[in-house]
């Protein structure tokens, strides 16, 4: 075997030579790039969503807070839309609650509406009551349609949506005549009331509080609901007239 011989690299060496002096160079070189994992390995840390993005995930809450978020959400919306055009679905957008979070809390849009109304029942039992106990009658009918007028003025929104769910849903309707009756029961006994003094005759009171209620439910509806700076006083007054006159004649 000759020197050349020893000295000339076979096939095989030549190629681990090779080999060895480009790892070297990529191990030296600065500019190398670093080896990566297939792109289907990589993945990318959670984005964390804000309770104020309705795209995000929700911050975890309280049940009274979700609950009183919600028929915040369902008021505001009733001060804009028919209420037949309030939806579960418009009232979940309008929150930071997914949809399913609604009927955690209410049956359906019908007992949302039950809520909104079951908080006024305390002041119409003031007014039902003030009325009850007035010594002059005239002076406490008076004082009861223009707390009345100021009860619609204040809240007639969700009085009116209850109202029109009425005609809708049995619950709702149940709902609305509860809230309705201790009026109505109020200013039949104070009729009576009027009858035993002699100074109204030739009406059956039951019948005609609630035909007289329910002129003042629609003409409240009608003029102090949705309606900016309602002259509340105005429409007690003329609601006053018609009552004085039904019960007591023209003269």
């Avoid at 984005?47 to 609950?67: D, F, I, K, T």
């Avoid at 839309?81 to 309008?94: D, L, N, Y």
């Avoid at 809390?105 to 079951?118: A, K, S």
């Avoid at 005239?138 to 209850?162: P, S």
Wanted: hydrophobic fraction near 45%; proline fraction near 8%; charge should be negative.
């Amino acid at each position: 075997m000759s020197i050349d011989t020893l000295r000339s690299p076979g096939p095989a060496h030549a190629a681990a030579m090779a080999a060895g002096s480009s790892l070297g160079l990529a191990l030296a070189s600065p500019a190398a790039d670093p080896p990566r994992l297939p792109s289907s390995r990589i993945a990318a840390p959670p984005v964390p969503r804000s309770s104020a993005n309705p795209n995000g995930m929700r911050c975890p809450r309280r049940p009274e807070e979700a609950r009183a978020e919600i028929l915040a959400a369902a008021r505001r919306l009733l001060a804009v839309c028919p209420a037949h055009e309030v939806s579960v679905g418009k009232i979940m957008e309008a929150t930071t609650l997914s949809r399913k979070a609604f009927y955690v809390y209410f049956r359906d849009r019908f007992e949302l509406l039950t809520q909104l109304v079951d908080p006024l029942r305390a002041e119409r039992d003031a007014i039902v009551d003030e009325l009850l106990a007035q010594d002059d009658p005239a002076a406490g009918g008076q004082a009861a349609l223009l707390a009345l007028a100021r009860l619609d003025a204040d809240h007639g929104i969700v009085l009116r949506a209850l109202a029109e769910a009425s005609g809708q849903d049995a619950e709702a309707r149940r709902a609305w005549r509860d809230f309705l009756e201790p009026v109505v029961e109020a200013h039949a006994e104070w009729i009576r009331r009027e009858v035993a003094l002699g100074r109204v005759s030739g009406l059956d009171p039951e019948p005609t509080a609630r035909a007289l209620i329910g002129m003042n439910v629609r003409f409240f509806f009608d003029t102090l609901v949705g309606v900016e700076d309602p002259d509340v006083e105005a429409a007690a007054e003329t609601l006053l007239v018609l009552w004085t006159r039904a019960l007591y004649g023209a003269g």
